[in-house]
T-cell receptor, first 110, second 118 residues
Framework: AQRVTQPEKLLSVFKGAPVELKCNYS??????LFWYVQYSRQRLQLLLR??SRESIKGFTADLNKGETSFHLKKPFAQEEDSAMYYC????????????FGEGTQLTVNP | DTGVSQDPRHKITKRGQNVTFRCDPI?????LYWYRQTLGQGPEFLTY????????KSRLLSDRFSAERPKGSFSTLEIQRTEQGDSAMYLC????????????????FGDGTRLSIL
């Protein structure tokens, strides 16, 4: 069975500071990893996925299979980054269900 | 707006009543998913359809729950004899699965239906 762990429920940083949201997973096969974000009063939306290897809104995430991690990073946090962030895993590119972590509430203070 | 649409947004009902939720996916998406989210938790998978076929059900989906997608377009999720523990946000998502290897594009979520059991 697969599992996703986000060890921090709450994370608070100041504007301009670096931010790292941690995500660890357990899965025996080749996973596909995602970060979803939910801004206040909005629906859950895809932020990025590991196979795209792209930067979205200044965020990046690298899949580390050795450490089974997919941490989300941004060098300079902005107030508009304040949101709930969920890490999610899927069983490869043809997989169906997403397994989500419990989420991390990020607050960027002015 | 061509996103995933869910109805109603909120549902308040008494314990023991039946409730039904509707989800309209993005029109060209052939896969449709239902998730449940309780306070402080991430979404948990319930079931999914490819076109009209229900291909997977979670153990969370007790026999009081039934989902349908009769024409491969919209879907309904019904809960019979509701219990206090059914109070949650019910999320619908859809995606497009393409190609012989059935590559599954990322899922797009609706706003959810919040169910409160009195």
């Amino acid at each position: 069975a697969q599992r996703v762990t986000q060890p921090e429920k709450l994370l608070s940083v100041f504007k301009g500071a670096p931010v790292e949201l941690k995500c660890n997973y357990s899965y025996s096969g080749s996973p596909e990893l995602f970060w979803y974000v939910q801004y206040s009063r909005q629906r859950l939306q895809l932020l990025l996925r590991h196979i795209s290897r792209e930067s979205i809104k200044g965020f990046t995430a690298d899949l580390n299979k050795g450490e089974t991690s997919f941490h989300l990073k941004k060098p300079f946090a902005q107030e508009e980054d304040s949101a709930m962030y969920y890490c999610a895993l899927r069983q490869g590119t043809s997989g169906s269900r997403l397994t989500f972590g419990e989420g991390t509430q990020l607050t960027v203070n002015p | 707006d061509t996103g995933v649409s869910q109805d109603p947004r909120h549902k308040i009902t008494k314990r023991g009543q039946n409730v039904t939720f509707r989800c309209d996916p993005i029109s060209e998406h052939n896969r449709l998913y239902w998730y449940r989210q309780t306070l402080g938790q991430g979404p948990e998978f319930l079931t999914y359809f490819q076109n009209e076929a229900q291909l997977e059900k979670s153990r969370l989906l007790s026999d009081r729950f039934s989902a349908e997608r009769p024409k491969g377009s919209f879907s309904t999720l019904e809960i019979q004899r509701t219990e206090q523990g059914d109070s949650a946000m019910y999320l619908c998502a859809s995606s497009l699965s393409v190609g012989r290897g059935q590559y599954n594009q990322p899922q797009h979520f609706g706003d959810g239906t919040r169910l409160s059991i009195l």
